[in-house]
């Protein structure tokens, strides 16, 4: 693995590229990264850059957004089939269909949608942000939050806005349940309980901290606690024990495991800086309608 990933950063080199990683990728992944973070953070950090090339840790619709924020390098998405079923659950057509039913309504989307529902969309938000998204919003007007049910019902519940929620979800985070947190109370009475927006309502409502992933990472570091109980996809583990080496933590459930974000390997890495591909390009209409949805949130 050591041979590998100093070719990796040899080619690296050679290719003018930066790496990317999501903070739920593989360990070994996070490592060889150039910045390691939330999706969006990590688009506007490489747009920040003076790379010619992208190579996006991660699932399609994160590399899509950095190629709405660079359009000008080339994003490469070292497996074509590492997806986000949550960004599927809502394309453009069933959102225009719907926007047609309320054309009144301000259509918000969380990132993790596609370039395509982005283009349809009023503004985005991200899990860390979307409560001061939905604040900015006219009180007058109707809201359409797509497409994660799960993070649209806490933010409804934390802003006290009306809003119609999109029935999809992310199937890793929707599969805790009350009863795996209370299991992992039970065997570590003195651990804090940290949990993604994702989550069902009733993992949320048992939650000492409701975070995104670098909310929870900031959160672990300037908690005086010393033990954590984790709400969300198992990679974040990695990062955490980086951070906070004299702490422990604990995953609330072993059913918090992206199949997706697993599927980018040191291998593939390394043949996505050999062939740059497969690419992902987000055609120009898209992007500037997309860029458009991603700029008013980046405002608020």
Request: hydrophobic share 45%.
């Amino acid at each position: 693995m050591q041979d590998l990933s100093e070719e990796i950063i040899r080619l690296k080199k050679e290719r003018n590229a930066v790496i990317l990683s999501h903070l739920y990728q593989r360990p070994e992944v996070q490592d060889i990264a150039d910045f390691v973070g939330d999706s969006l953070g990590l688009a506007q950090q490489a747009a920040g850059t003076d790379a010619d090339v992208i190579i996006f840790c991660g699932v399609h619709f994160m590399a899509e957004s950095a190629s709405i924020l660079s359009p000008e390098k080339i994003v490469v998405l070292p497996d074509e089939h590492a997806g986000c079923p949550m960004a599927d659950m809502v394309d453009e057509v069933a959102l225009a269909r719907k926007k047609q039913e309320m054309p009144d309504a301000v259509v918000v989307c969380y990132v993790n949608t596609s370039a395509e529902v982005k283009a349809e969309c009023d503004i985005a938000c991200t899990s860390a942000n979307a409560e001061r998204v939905i604040n900015s919003l006219p009180e007058d007007k109707p809201i359409l939050f797509v497409p994660d049910k799960n993070l649209g019902r806490y933010v409804a519940s934390k802003t006290g806005r009306a809003m119609t929620v999109w029935e999809g979800c992310c199937n890793t985070h929707d599969r805790l349940a009350a009863d795996d947190l209370l299991a992992a109370r039970a065997s570590h009475p003195a651990a804090l309980i940290m949990v993604h927006p994702e989550c069902r309502p009733e993992a949320v409502a048992l939650a000492d901290v409701v975070a995104s992933t670098t909310g929870m990472i900031n959160f672990a570091r300037a908690s005086s606690a010393h033990e954590f109980i984790v709400g969300t996809e198992m990679g974040i583990l990695h990062p955490l024990r980086k951070h906070c080496p004299d702490k422990q933590f604990y995953l609330a459930s072993d059913k918090l495991v992206c199949p997706n974000m697993k599927k980018t390997t040191l291998e593939k890495v390394r043949q996505a800086l050999i062939s740059l591909a497969p690419r992902v390009d987000v055609p120009r209409e898209i992007r500037e309608r997309a860029v458009r949805c991603l700029d008013k949130m980046l405002a608020v």
